[in-house]
């Protein structure tokens, strides 16, 4: 309860300290919100949690952890962005706007009630839709709000409609009541129905082959800082509240539809790494790079078990960490480079300021899963979950589309170290550098402190 | 048996309807077989004994919005749309999309059973009391948070409509 209210006010009173007049005092404001959030998560860690709002929601130690991982995202987004935009009214809407859609992502992590899920939903979206037109002057821009629109309000129809399917199979949205009622009747024609209805629409909003079509150009066409918000926080509150569903309510019947998660989690690797590697803007390749990591993601959501939300919970964390830093890494590169986004814009970056390539070289080396960053630790979990579960022909395929991953993640490092002639430097303003380095060790850490996230157990 | 021939006949209407919303090549035509679908499915809520939704749906869907939708299209004087050029590979596209769609719903609803009877509701289930007790009591957490939702949506317009200051 405590932090669905912080979360829900903390955007609200952004408004209005931008109506009093404060506008120097908001981003304090937010990042004291978002200490306080992830400092709730702290205190109320391993007390017994009740549901609240008539079992609409619960604060289980794998909602806390969400929550936590979620708050902490948004933290460093607000960080490393917060020079992004001029001082004025259009950056407290746009704060503001942040904050609701994360707001979305906490119902989305501690939902127990399929109402509060669609709801999750939409409040994580339609704030989103905004925000990715929100460069209002580029025709870009305003394409990728469109299409993001028209296709995801397709998407949270159909998510709807197999709502409303299980509701009929099963006549309640209530967690416990469902379970019940699933496993009482697994073989349920409008239950399955329901259920794969509710899986395409989930596989939309987390951009997973043949359901990722929107991705490129939403990711392109938006604003780079708000890219970067929606590939960490927006993917991992999708991911994490899929996973609720797939081990809470419908486990019971997961197993008729691990097929299914296999085939999209197997034509997303191949589909997106084949796609990122012949890209030539560096944006539009994060943004395949994205859908790849999907791909990965939702083998975890299939591992399930006992080690299953930590893993989870491991992989979005330093994918979201990873992928901040390198959306903001390009954003301040293509400013000083009229907004060139090509492998060549990053030519001599090594040189031009030494910690944007040192933090860009660590995350890529990171998405990629090199050993002494952490996202070498989340692949190595996500394959060695997969294999446990007898499905050893998609972590082959996971092994061998990492490799593909590695030849578009490496032309970015070896532009970076490419000298160029007479370059500026670039500069950096306030606490900028600080935030660099500190993702960058956080990368580093987060792959020896990788035995807390197996063990973690709720 | 009466209301079992009702059901049938509206849902033949709403069927009917949304078809023809689709098929018609006058955007005023589609508006007036929504407003004829809203309308059958406002009866199927009455054979719900849900009342009070119908009647809402009947005025927010039928009234407000069709009328929204209509003035958007007098205004923007779409009354005859162009036939806009299909190419064959956005036929075929669409075509094989929607094949795997009906190819996934079958696969899934394969060896399934069918759905049991549905429970009887009581008859005054809709009515604004009882749907007010739903709402304010059962469903008081979703209720609340729809207004995050509904802000959400109103900073996102007021900031998409509002003037560059600096510009």
Redesign the interface.
Known sequence: MKELLISSLLGISVLLFDLLRLRRAILPLVAAGLIALVAVVVVDWGTASNPFGNNMMLMDGYALASIGILALLTLFWFAITSDSYPAQSRRTDLYALVLFSMTGAVVLVSYTNLVMMFLGIEILSIPLYVLVSSDRQNPLSNEAGFKYFFLGAVASAILLFGIALVYGATGTFDFTELGAAVSASTSNLMLKAGIAMMLAGFAFKVSAAPFHFWTPDVYQGSPTTVTAYMSSVVKAGAFLALFRLCTGPFSAVMDGFTDMLAFLAALTLVVSNLMAAVQTNVKRMLAFSSISHAGFLLAGVMTGGETGPGILLYYSLTYGIASITSFAVLHVVSSYQNGAMEYDAFRGLVRRNPFLAGAMTIALLSMAGIPPMAGFMAKYFIISGIISTDMVWLAVLMVLTSVVGMYYYLRVIIAMFTPVENAGRIMLRGLQHYTYILLSLLMIILFFASGFFEVLNF | MITEYLFWFLAFVSVFGGVATILSRNPVHSVLYLILTFFAIAGHYLLLNAQFLAAVHVIVYAGAIMVLFLYVIMMLNLNRLDAEKRTLIGKVTSAVSAG?LLL??VG??R??????E??AESIDAGLVENLGQVLY??????FE??S??F???M??????S?K???S
């Open positions: 795997l996934v719903m899934v609803a060896g399934g059973s069918e759905a049991g549905a429970p009591r059962d469903f008081l957490l979703p948070m729809a995050v939702l802000l959400g949506a900073v996102g317009a007021v900031f998409l509002k560059e200051l600096n």
